[in-house]
């Protein structure tokens, strides 16, 4: 089976979508474009970015809703899905991936002037959209965070230690990658994950981060992917970047979530001058697992007031 046959099979990418790539100056980065459905759009466009280890497909189901009132761009991140991977002896910083948003913006969504957008983060994506809509807040009409407030951060004490683990871990490189016989293989494993997903769910986003080998299929994203951060932000530095988030916020909290037992996150939430708090049932995949309906009415309200 070559990438063509893939593309062709009942894996392939759904309905109302097209692909899309989106050079920048070291990188490319792809994606799935959801056409506004309607012809009287007077809303931003919106931009999507993913979770760790997942890719574009994860809006599967969300896009095309939010498609009905404008225009849904969904990227992979680099080492993700079908765009570009980092240089060799690169890593994945956090800082990395907000400049690639911030070039990606700049580049191909100014549309000639600073017409803001409305950004949508799950997970690593909501931290990343988050500094940036920190940093740059006049490029952000509306940001929606999917179980996502602020990225992960770790105490001071802990700074050398985490750098070591993450030396040697780039000095030893990658084991190498395992193949898989066919797609459905590797989706029912995904299922099991640090986050589960239903057989739907990964077999949705499993086929776009996999890749023909001689043998079978091999995981597309860069395995340094999975290598330790070198340095981590303390949580002191986590409050202040929250702190000068003014972009009107969604926090789409999932009631079995990864964040749900976690302690310390009132003090997050109270930092965001203006926070709108959306509960909904799921896990940290809430919107492509399961029920997404809430999720979905809840942006939809923020976005569009609908």
């Known amino acids: 089976m070559n990438d063509a046959v893939l593309a062709r099979s009942r894996l392939a990418n759904p309905a109302g979508c097209r692909e899309a790539h989106w050079p920048l100056q070291n990188i490319e980065l792809a994606g799935l474009i959801w056409p506004s459905k309607t012809h009287t759009n007077h809303h931003p466009a919106a931009l999507m970015v993913h979770g760790w280890l997942d890719n574009a497909m994860t809006f599967a189901r969300l896009a095309p809703e939010l498609s009905e009132y404008t225009s849904v ?3 992979d991140m680099a080492g993700h899905g079908h765009s570009g991977h980092r240089p060799p002896g690169y890593g994945y910083w956090l800082t990395d991936y907000v400049a690639d948003l911030c070039e990606l913006i700049d580049v191909h969504f100014s549309q000639g002037g600073e017409q803001p957008l409305d950004l949508v983060g799950h997970s690593l994506g909501g931290i990343v959209c988050a500094i940036y809509a920190a940093a740059f807040p006049e490029r952000v009409r509306r940001l929606v965070m999917i179980d996502s407030i602020g990225p992960l951060s770790r105490p001071a004490k802990e700074t050398i230690p985490q750098l070591r683990r993450a030396l040697q871990k780039k000095r030893n490189g990658s084991a190498p990658p395992a193949v898989y016989p066919d797609i459905e293989t590797a989706a029912r494993i995904r299922e099991g994950g ?17 890749q023909v080998h001689p043998d079978g299929f091999v995981w597309r994203t860069d395995a340094r992917l999975r290598h330790p951060t070198a340095l981590m932000m303390t949580e002191e530095q986590v409050h202040a970047s929250l702190s000068e988030l003014n972009t009107p916020t969604l926090f789409v909290r999932a009631q079995e979530g990864l964040l749900a037992g976690r ?3 009132d003090k997050r939430v109270e930092l965001i001058p203006e926070l709108t ?9 809430c919107h492509l697992d399961g029920d997404t309906a ?4 809840a942006i939809k309200r923020f976005l569009f007031n609908a």
Do not use: C, D, Q, Y
């Open 194 to 210: 640090l986050s589960p997903l239903s057989s739907e769910a990964a077999a949705t986003l499993v086929p776009r981060n996999m």
């Open 294 to 297: 809430p999720v979905a009415s």
């Open 263 to 265: 302690k310390g996150l």
């Open 277 to 285: 708090i959306a509960e909904v049932p799921g896990g940290h995949h």
């Open 73 to 75: 761009h969904a990227i």
